[in-house]
């Protein structure tokens, strides 16, 4: 499968607790998104990379969250000390960017559940 | 900032029937995406309009972008079972801004 994957599929996590996410894009794409969805509405932005660079970040993402693409492919999100608001479904996506161009591709997702 | 409006947020329809959606930018967009999330799913690329004023067809979808590339519509002629789910536009710059989604459901 030359899709984007993403791991786990699904965490239960307490409260307070630190849970980290894995996402591997399209082996060829140059950029990566992360995004929160909860039920009923659209992909929430959080941040993306282009190549290992992290060239923005969504201002409604706290300190608790931090995003590594430590060699351009694979990238991980970590959320310390969660929240129940943190529960949602962590979408991740890939696109390969060009002038015209920037269709993402996404994983299947991350659904987390803080206790 | 940028935001794009989408409506309605639902649409209740028989099968057979039509449906569309509608997205507005508050600014102008170099281009605009469709995607469909199945429920349980994650969002598919449908298409991209770059022209203004740009229409596209697939099978039974037509895709409009707008003149001022400010607004965009999703058109599905007689609907069917297969169509049901959330349908996304998303608008782009530099980023993509998402709408909120218009969720299709068919009534049995």
């Known amino acids: 499968d030359t899709g984007v994957s993403q791991d786990p599929r699904h965490k239960i996590t307490k409260r307070g607790q630190n849970v980290t996410f894995r996402c591997d894009p399209i082996?060829?794409?140059?950029?990566l998104y992360w995004y929160r969805q909860t039920l009923g509405q659209g992909p929430e932005f959080l941040t993306y990379f282009q190549n290992e660079a992290q060239l923005e970040k969504s201002r409604l993402l706290s300190d608790r969250f931090s995003a590594e693409r430590p060699k351009g492919s694979f990238s991980t999100l970590e959320i310390q000390r969660t929240e129940q608001g943190d529960s949602a479904m962590y979408l991740c996506?890939?696109?390969?960017?060009?002038?015209?161009?920037?269709?993402?591709?996404f994983g299947p997702g991350t659904r987390l559940t803080v206790l | 900032g940028q935001q794009v409006m989408q409506i309605p947020q639902y649409q209740h329809v028989q099968e057979g029937e039509d449906f569309t959606t509608y997205c507005n930018s508050s600014t102008t967009l170099s281009n605009i995406q469709w995607y469909k999330q199945r429920p349980g799913g994650h969002p598919v690329f449908l298409i991209q309009?770059?022209?203004s004023g740009e229409v596209k067809k697939q099978k039974r979808l037509t895709f409009q972008f707008g003149e001022a590339k400010k607004n965009s519509s999703l058109h599905i002629t007689a609907t069917q079972t297969t169509d049901v789910g959330t349908y996304f536009c998303a608008g782009s710059n530099y980023q993509l801004i998402w709408g909120a989604g218009t969720k299709l459901i068919i009534k049995p």
């Open positions: 996506a890939s696109s390969y960017r060009t002038n015209s161009r920037d269709t993402q591709y």
């Open positions: 309009l770059v022209k």
């Open positions: 082996s060829e794409h140059n950029r």
